[in-house]
């Protein structure tokens, strides 16, 4: 039986999930040809082609995409149990940022279970859009983020849930039926924005801004006071907002990518046992969505 070494699955992940060998090497601190060598000694223990040159870019064959989801399984099962089976008690400070519909719905469970599961560890959030976060992240200004994925790679993506989003008011019909109709949004660069945006435009429905906040709150207060409709994840919907009904004549919103992201590649023994908890409990969360996939190799 072939053993597949773990070192070459995490440098075929980064280079499938970044597209070029030069990126790579960055990333992992290693020269272009030790990743190309990696690469060539995978293939030759598979004796299967994993890679076809694109120009300066790499791009997956059929068989070597079908490496891919197994290489991040084997990956995931590896780090978690190192993880868990190294000393129970981990002390530290994690940065974390979130984004502030998932900040006061969702995660205040998930990071209000961790920190009582793991006493020594201290937890600094910071609330924001996905964006910001992101760039956040690619700064190290935070150790571990949530935040919703844009269509560019990112190099420390680690896992992805899709999210459904709909159409929420304050229950007021009248409201449903006006023109232009006001929306209530978040800043420009918000993904649940460009959305919504993207679908009004596509069924020709006149549209205007009647109010903009970069947070949860100020967002929730300006639908129920009815300013005019958001749109949110379905997992993030509070009670005191009402899902807009599909008999409506609302477009359909396009599905988003929640994210999880954290520091490579010296994230702390601290920050992996956040990451392995939120991963546990978004797939959890997540359990009756079929296309929840891994998408990089340490979590």
Same mark, same amino acid.
């Given at each position: 039986?072939?053993?597949?070494?773990?070192?070459?699955?995490?440098?075929?992940?980064?280079?499938?999930?970044?597209?070029?060998?030069?990126?790579?090497?960055?990333v992992?601190g290693?020269?272009?040809?030790?990743?190309?060598?990696?690469?060539?000694?995978? %293939? %030759?223990?598979?004796?299967?082609?994993?890679?076809?040159?694109?120009?300066?870019?790499?791009?997956?064959?059929?068989?070597?995409?079908?490496?891919?989801?197994?290489?991040?399984?084997?990956?995931?099962?590896?780090?978690?149990?190192?993880?868990?089976?190294?000393?129970?008690? #981990?002390?530290?400070? #994690?940065?974390?940022g979130?984004?502030?519909?998932?900040?006061?719905?969702?995660?205040?469970?998930i990071?209000?279970?961790f920190?009582?599961?793991?006493?020594?560890?201290?937890?600094?959030?910071?609330?924001?859009?996905?964006?910001?976060?992101?760039?956040?992240?690619? /700064?190290?200004?935070?150790?571990?983020?949530i935040?919703?994925?844009? %269509?560019?790679?990112?190099?420390?993506l680690? /896992?992805?849930?899709?999210?459904?989003?709909?159409?929420?008011?304050?229950?007021?019909?009248?409201?449903?039926?006006?023109?232009?109709?006001?929306?209530?949004?978040?800043?420009?660069?918000?993904?649940?924005?460009?959305?919504?945006? %993207?679908?009004?435009?596509?069924?020709g429905?006149?549209?205007?801004?009647?109010?903009?906040?970069p947070?949860?709150?100020g967002?929730?207060?300006?639908?129920?006071?009815?300013?005019?409709?958001?749109?949110?994840?379905? /997992?993030?919907?509070?009670?005191?907002?009402?899902?807009?009904?599909?008999?409506?004549?609302?477009?359909?919103?396009?599905?988003?990518?929640v994210?999880?992201f954290?520091?490579?590649?010296?994230?702390?023994?601290?920050?992996?046992?956040? #990451?392995?908890?939120?991963?546990?409990?978004?797939?959890?969360l997540?359990?009756?969505?079929?296309?929840?996939?891994?998408?990089?190799?340490?979590?």
């Amino acid at each position: 039986m072939i053993n597949l070494p773990t070192d070459l699955l995490r440098t075929f992940t980064t280079v499938m999930d970044l597209g070029g060998i030069t990126r790579a090497a960055e990333v992992l601190g290693r020269s272009q040809p030790a990743i190309s060598l990696q690469l060539k000694r995978l %293939e %030759e223990l598979i004796d299967i082609p994993l890679f076809v040159r694109a120009g300066k870019r790499v791009k997956l064959t059929e068989d070597g995409e079908a490496l891919g989801v197994y290489a991040r399984q084997i990956l995931a099962l590896n780090d978690e149990a190192v993880s868990r089976l190294r000393s129970p008690r #981990v002390g530290g400070v #994690v940065r974390v940022g979130l984004p502030s519909d998932f900040a006061v719905s969702i995660l205040p469970t998930i990071l209000g279970g961790f920190t009582r599961a793991h006493d020594g560890i201290t937890l600094e959030v910071t609330c924001g859009i996905s964006r910001d976060l992101v760039r956040g992240m690619e /700064k190290q200004d935070y150790d571990v983020v949530i935040a919703l994925c844009g %269509e560019s790679p990112f190099v420390s993506l680690a /896992k992805t849930w899709t999210d459904r989003l709909v159409w929420v008011s304050n229950g007021d019909a009248s409201l449903l039926a006006e023109e232009p109709l006001p929306l209530i949004v978040y800043p420009q660069g918000c993904l649940y924005r460009q959305r919504t945006v %993207e679908a009004l435009n596509r069924a020709g429905r006149n549209w205007r801004v009647a109010y903009s906040s970069p947070s949860q709150s100020g967002i929730e207060a300006a639908v129920k006071a009815g300013l005019g409709v958001t749109v949110l994840s379905e /997992k993030t919907v509070p009670s005191s907002l009402v899902p807009i009904a599909v008999e409506n004549g609302f477009p359909g919103l396009a599905d988003v990518e929640v994210g999880l992201f954290y520091r490579q590649p010296d994230l702390s023994e601290a920050g992996l046992r956040l #990451v392995n908890y939120i991963t546990g409990s978004m797939d959890s969360l997540h359990s009756d969505t079929t296309d929840s996939r891994l998408d990089h190799s340490r979590v």
